[in-house]
């Protein structure tokens, strides 16, 4: 998730506590201060109906051998990522494989 400023645009000199819900941001640039809520939301549709699910962290093995060495949580919109999150629930307990896996380079 990209954050920046709203008044100037700045978006590295961002500081924020959080406060329940909610994390309160001040801007170090111009001094703006603004309040966001932290709940992920699809960056398709704006939607918040996500749900989180593992997403496999895949690495070349030895030869043309790929492996899951780990995953990381992903939020999915169940209305613009319905056929991942269906793949997802046929084939669980395993996480969902990535689109795009490593590939072989040239002289490999």
Do not use: F
Not at 28 to 55: E, H, K
Not at 78 to 98: G, I, K, Q, T
């Amino acid at each position: 998730m990209n954050l920046s400023c709203p008044e100037c645009g700045e978006a590295d000199d961002l500081a924020g506590v959080r406060n329940e819900d909610r994390i309160a941001v001040t801007c170090g640039a111009c001094g703006a201060s603004w309040t966001r809520d932290p709940s992920p939301r699809c960056p398709a549709c704006g939607g918040d109906d996500l749900q989180g699910v593992p997403l496999a962290i895949i690495e070349k093995s030895r030869g043309t051998q790929l492996s899951v060495v780990g995953t990381r949580t992903v939020h999915l919109c169940s209305v613009c990522d319905a056929e991942a999150l269906d793949r997802y629930h046929r084939n669980r307990p395993n996480p969902l494989m990535p689109d795009e896996l490593p590939t072989i380079g040239p002289g490999t």
